[in-house]
């Protein structure tokens, strides 16, 4: 396997690690934020390098350069591929913008320690391959909001309760496998816990109260940042894709495409902006997974950019939203605040990343939507029509939100409520990435297709069937021996 030039990775995670330490002991959150910013920066251009530097060797996979942690814990722990390669940058970036959108107003309670912590985790579960290194670090991911959600004094019950159900389920799951070794047929028992886990994790319908209850109880930033890396979807690549028979992915299909149905038609009756964006975003993510769970090259391509661009957008959306409750505190939908006045720029930024995640045309999300529906119509047409649906609920959920946060009277203010230059900087940089994504989409897609050839190439010749896998192999070798 090739290296990188350099250890882009293991600084990209160590970095986070090492900055905790240089906020220990700061007082003031006006330096704490000035420093938080400069270590996300470094961590982001690591993320960067690491993305260019894969993307110039040509291959599918790479180590990092100096390959410490896989020499000691293995040759799968630190590992970039051409299904990671797009995503390290991505969540660098989202955790970098939301630490710069972030104003004084939310300085003194932002989390500035467990939010580097939670970065470097998730880095760090975004380069690993290794089965029992993924599931050690989605159960890492879920310490800082527990925490949070402690130290700001709210329940932490359905959240502690739902993650400690996904965390025995992935390990249990997991571990029967690992008992029963390569086998013609995996025990139904591990793959349901397995498929079980990754659904808790997802949010899916009917054991998706965590995410609504996560959303009300701790920081928007915290929330934002735990659910749009879609964990749950690395988790079905990495760990249920290679393994699972074709009943087992099309019950996480079925069950995802329920969840998109159900959860957008509930964005469409919300009243609050936080259950709004929860289920806006759950219904968006469900629909990654029914393109995985597809498992052909075009559906799951159009799954992979779906991720990205579901990912994206709908992380500009929240924190456009962040930024409204940040001048006005939560807001409700059942009724008119006519902010467009005040902030313009806000209010097209809210519009275009709302379309963006149901996939407007001209946007990042538009070609991945149309291979998504491409693909699933080629196997099952309800499919097909049920995505169709759920992209129809979803954008009249955008517009009705649009009209009541920013138009339909006048909103009258003792105070600027005029976007800042930290937001205006995180608004230009998704808005470039998301119009230039979807006017020039030809290295994105060509990037997913490549990947998920890879992925549905593994998937084959994963050693569960492995009386089948030697016919295959002895009539591939017979011409030779001829």
Same mark, same amino acid.
């Given at each position: 396997m090739l290296e990188l030039q350099l250890p882009w990775l293991e600084l990209a995670i160590l970095i986070p690690l090492l900055g905790t330490l240089a906020l220990l002991f700061v007082r003031d959150p006006e330096t704490a934020w000035k420093r938080m910013l400069v270590i996300c920066s470094l961590v982001f251009l690591c993320a960067v390098g690491a993305w260019l530097d894969f993307s110039h060797l040509h291959t599918f996979e790479a180590h990092d350069h100096w390959d410490i942690v896989s020499r000691l814990l293995g040759p799968d722990a630190i590992v970039i591929d051409e299904l990671s390669a797009p995503l390290i940058p991505l969540a660098a970036l989202l955790y970098l913008l939301t630490v710069v959108s972030t104003l004084r107003t939310k300085v003194r309670r932002f989390p500035f320690?467990?939010?580097?912590?939670?970065?470097?985790?998730?880095?760090?579960?975004?380069?690993?391959?290794?089965?029992?290194g993924v599931i050690a670090l989605l159960a890492l991911q879920t310490v800082p909001p527990y925490f949070e959600l402690r130290s700001r004094g709210r329940s932490s019950r359905i959240f502690a309760f739902h993650m400690g159900l996904f965390m025995l389920l992935l390990a249990g799951g997991w571990a029967m496998l690992d008992a029963h070794g390569p086998k013609s047929e995996h025990s139904i028992w591990a793959i349901g816990m397995l498929i079980s886990a990754i659904l808790i994790r997802s949010g899916s319908v009917p054991v998706h109260c965590w995410m609504t209850d996560l959303f009300e109880n701790a920081s928007f930033a915290t929330s934002l940042l735990y659910v749009t890396p879609m964990a749950g979807a690395y988790a079905a690549v990495r760990l249920a894709l290679p393994v699972s028979p074709d009943w087992a992915l099309q019950s996480i299909a079925i069950v995802s495409l329920i969840t998109g149905v159900y959860a957008a038609g509930m964005a469409l009756v919300q009243r609050e902006?936080?259950?709004?964006?929860?289920?806006?975003?759950?219904?968006?993510?469900?629909?990654?997974?029914?393109?995985?769970?597809?498992?052909?090259?075009?559906?799951?391509?159009?799954a992979l950019c779906v991720w990205l661009s579901v990912g994206m957008s709908l992380a500009g959306f929240g924190l456009t939203l962040r930024s409204l409750e940040s001048r006005t505190g939560r807001m409700s939908l059942k009724q008119y605040h006519g902010l467009y006045e005040h902030m313009p720029s806000m209010a097209a930024f809210f519009l275009l990343t709302g379309l963006a995640s149901i996939g407007f045309p001209g946007t990042v999300g538009f070609v991945g939507t149309e291979l998504l529906v491409e693909g699933a119509v080629g196997i099952y047409p309800v499919v097909g029509l049920l995505v169709v649906l759920t992209g129809a609920l979803n954008g009249i959920a955008v517009v009705h939100a649009y009209f009541r946060?920013?138009?339909?009277? =006048?909103?009258? &203010?003792?105070? $600027? *409520?005029? /976007?800042?230059?930290? =937001?205006?900087? &995180?608004?230009? $940089? *998704?808005? /470039?990435?998301?119009?230039?994504?979807?006017?020039?989409?030809?290295?994105?897609?060509?990037?997913?297709y490549h990947a998920a050839k890879e992925i549905i190439a593994r998937r084959e010749v994963t050693p569960p069937h492995p009386p089948q896998a030697i016919h295959a192999s002895a009539e591939v070798t017979k011409p030779h021996a001829n």
């Open positions: 320690a467990w939010t580097l912590v939670s970065e470097s985790i998730l880095l760090a579960t975004l380069s690993c391959r290794d089965p029992w902006t936080r259950r709004f964006f929860a289920y806006l975003f759950l219904s968006n993510s469900s629909l990654v997974l029914v393109g995985l769970e597809v498992a052909t090259p075009i559906g799951l391509t159009g946060l920013f138009t339909g009277t =006048e909103h009258r &203010a003792s105070i $600027s *409520l005029i /976007a800042r230059w930290p =937001e205006r900087v &995180a608004v230009l $940089s *998704l808005t /470039a990435l998301i119009i230039g994504g979807g006017l020039w989409p030809q290295p994105g897609v060509a990037s997913r």
